[in-house]
């Protein structure tokens, strides 16, 4: 006998990557908000004839059918989400959110769910498309990823001592054990007024944003288990191609 299969219509989704299946079709790897990341089968999708081709985009909100059971499912729809052109990303975003896909991609699990990481992952992407600054948002979606995972970082006290962290003091970061009292001339040392914005996810400073960046990278880091993110292999390779720009180099920078 066979089992019946699961229908789904228009739930709220994102493609995060897409690769091509024989002559017309793509496997996709979606991030939906009811059932978390899955791979779809969509047939019949490339080409010019195809009325999904231009949908099917990765930064892009929404609305997908699907059914079938077991590891993947059958794409049988797909429609933007509020049923209109959607704003596009500006290119000097798009490597970026290129890095919060494959984030998503290395650190979920598919089959699980996570409402709250979905709605951080489409308000960012929305802040971006209406010309919100690059880093602030990235360092905020690193934040609540690592939280969501179960690997949330305690911004408020030090778990050796249970000291709370001091705006004056400077602190080290050890993945598995957490903050540490440091001098400030540590190498790697973190000002705790710049642990205190992250906290508040109010990352106004350079500086805040800077001890931001590489305490989120060390805890990333930590997760992925020694896993290279090739968007930040790619970015280092365009650096190294156009060392004299501007532009490029912020890529590496901010991821």
């Given at each position: 006998m066979t089992?019946?299969?699961?229908?789904?219509?228009?739930?709220p989704g994102y493609i995060l990557h897409h690769l091509p299946y024989r002559d017309t079709s793509r496997i996709l790897e979606v991030l939906t908000r009811e059932h978390g990341r899955l791979t779809l089968f969509a047939r019949a999708v490339r080409g010019p004839k195809s009325r999904l081709a231009a949908v099917l985009q990765p930064f892009q909100p929404l609305?997908?059918?699907?059914?079938?059971?077991?590891?993947?499912?059958?794409l049988t729809g797909a429609e933007l989400a509020?049923?209109?052109?959607?704003?596009?990303?500006?290119?000097?975003?798009?490597?970026?959110?290129?890095?919060?896909?494959?984030?998503?991609?290395?650190l979920t699990t598919r089959h699980d769910p996570h409402p709250t990481l979905f709605d951080t992952y489409d308000r960012v992407l929305g802040?971006?498309?209406?010309?919100?600054?690059?880093?602030?948002?990235?360092?905020?979606?690193e934040k609540r990823l690592l939280a969501e995972?179960?690997?949330?970082?305690?911004?408020?006290?030090?778990?050796?001592?249970?000291?709370?962290?001091?705006?004056?003091?400077?602190?080290?970061?050890?993945?598995?054990?957490?903050?540490?009292?440091?001098?400030?001339?540590?190498?790697?040392?973190?000002?705790?007024?710049s642990l205190e914005s992250l906290a508040r996810e109010q990352l106004?400073?350079?500086?805040?944003?800077?001890?931001?960046?590489?305490?989120?990278?060390?805890?990333?880091?930590?997760?992925?288990?020694g896993r290279e993110l090739a968007t930040r292999a790619v970015a280092r390779e365009v650096l190294e191609l156009r060392p004299g720009s501007r532009h490029r180099a912020s890529l590496t920078e901010h991821t």
């Open positions: 089992r019946t299969q699961r229908r789904t219509q228009l739930t609305l997908l059918s699907f059914s079938g059971r077991g590891e993947a499912s059958q509020g049923g209109g052109a959607q704003a596009a990303l500006p290119g000097s975003h798009l490597m970026a959110c290129f890095y919060l896909n494959e984030l998503l991609m290395k802040e971006f498309k209406g010309g919100a600054p690059l880093e602030p948002g990235l360092r905020v979606f995972l179960g690997y949330g970082l305690d911004l408020t006290l030090e778990p050796r001592t249970g000291r709370r962290i001091s705006s004056g003091a400077y602190y080290l970061f050890r993945p598995g054990e957490g903050l540490i009292a440091a001098a400030p001339e540590a190498p790697g040392a973190l000002a705790g007024s106004a400073s350079a500086a805040a944003l800077a001890d931001a960046r590489r305490l989120l990278k060390a805890a990333l880091d930590h997760c992925l288990e």
